[in-house]
């Protein structure tokens, strides 16, 4: 009889342990779907990790260092393939470069003009109105290079992408071997975070593949920070100055109250603070 009660006792104990995991499993789930973090077996992907950018924040300002780096990956890594068709060298004034080191830059690309007097194309150095050229001179030869993909413009990717900068910077640091089960058909690899699982751009980054100007160590998670970065910047370059005339129109407006109120009470004073007296 001992025996019986202390075998009930351990399993009603296990029982109601049991009942205290499956409520916090169950809570944790519901908190999990109420927040949009839950990703279940049967989806094609993952959601982006999110991060905390410098940028992001009423009064935050892009890291500009961050944004050279990003540039000088974009143009060693990415520009062979993908263009930022939105972005003219002026837009790097002040931003990532002087003017002269802008111009500088800018020279080194050879732009199609024209036509010329006999009604021909030619190239010319380039200058700080033009836009950077994209690798590829239309759309038919980008998919003869690329297996009938088109590499899409990076201008807006941050922007056209659920995620933003957060699913960019998932995308590049994400490529996996394929899991058992997981066909993958020629040509295309396994990345979690892409819809479908299978993206047709192979893993772009490698350690040490970029020597940054200013000595920073060019790891993975690096250099998509900072190619990340970039095209946060390039989707918007006028983010921060909208942020600081923001800042200066609600100071006005404060200002103004202020001097508002201020005349209200003076101009107002001498009929709130005289004294009427009938005969």
Sequence with gaps: GANRRSTSV???????????????????????????????????????????????????????????RGLQVYRQVCASCHSIERIAFRNLVGVTHTEDA??????????VDGPN??????ERPGKLSDYFPGPYKNEEEARGANNG??????????????????????????????????LMQPGLHYNPYFPGGAIAMAKQLEDGQVEYEDGTPATVS??????????????????DERKKSGVQFIAAMLLALALAGYYKRLKWSVYKTRKITYL
């Excluded at 519901?30 to 077996?41: D, I, R, T, W």
């Design 149 to 182: 993909a088109v590499p899409p413009d990076l201008s807006l990717m941050v922007k056209a992408r659920p995620g933003g900068v957060d699913y960019i910077f998932s995308l590049l640091t994400g490529y996996y071997e394929a899991p058992e089960g997981k």
């Design 10 to 68: 351990v399993q009603a104990s296990m029982l109601r342990r049991g009942l205290r995991v499956g409520a916090g499993t169950a809570a944790a789930a519901a908190g999990a779907v109420l927040g949009g973090s839950l990703a279940f077996a049967s989806d094609d992907h993952i959601p982006a990790m999110k991060l905390d950018w410098d940028h992001e924040g009423v009064l935050a300002s892009y890291d500009y260092r961050s944004v050279r």
């Design 102 to 111: 802008a111009k500088k830059l800018a020279e080194s690309y050879d732009i």
């Design 117 to 122: 007097d006999d009604g021909e194309m030619f």
């Design 222 to 239: 690096q250099m998509a920070k900072d190619i990340a970065t970039f095209l946060a910047w390039a989707a918007e370059p006028e983010a």
